[in-house]
């Protein structure tokens, strides 16, 4: 078995409104350093299987189809055994 760990963020050309709002709102709470903030998404996906080859393979496919949008979002996941 192995446990996905995915992180998916907007593109750096792509706006990101929640992000803004957040470091807003940090520097309304006094978090006077902040200066940006991107917003993002983290899943974590267990795979049933024993070949670490095809379990990279699924979770690439998985988030292509599903979890990130291509167009505007870049993912990056790590695999480990579990």
């Known amino acids: 078995m192995f446990l996905a760990k995915v992180h998916v963020s907007l593109k ?13 709102a940090l520097g309304r709470l006094g978090f006077d350093t902040v200066e940006s903030l991107r917003a993002g998404k983290y899943f974590e996906v267990k795979i049933e299987g024993d070949d670490q ?9 998985m988030c292509e189809k599903l979890l990130a949008n291509p167009v505007i979002e870049t993912f990056i996941f790590e695999l480990e055994a579990v």
């Open 53 to 61: 080859a095809t379990a990279e393979a699924d979770i690439k496919s």
């Open 12 to 24: 750096p050309t792509v706006n990101d409104p929640q992000g803004l709002t957040i470091a807003r």
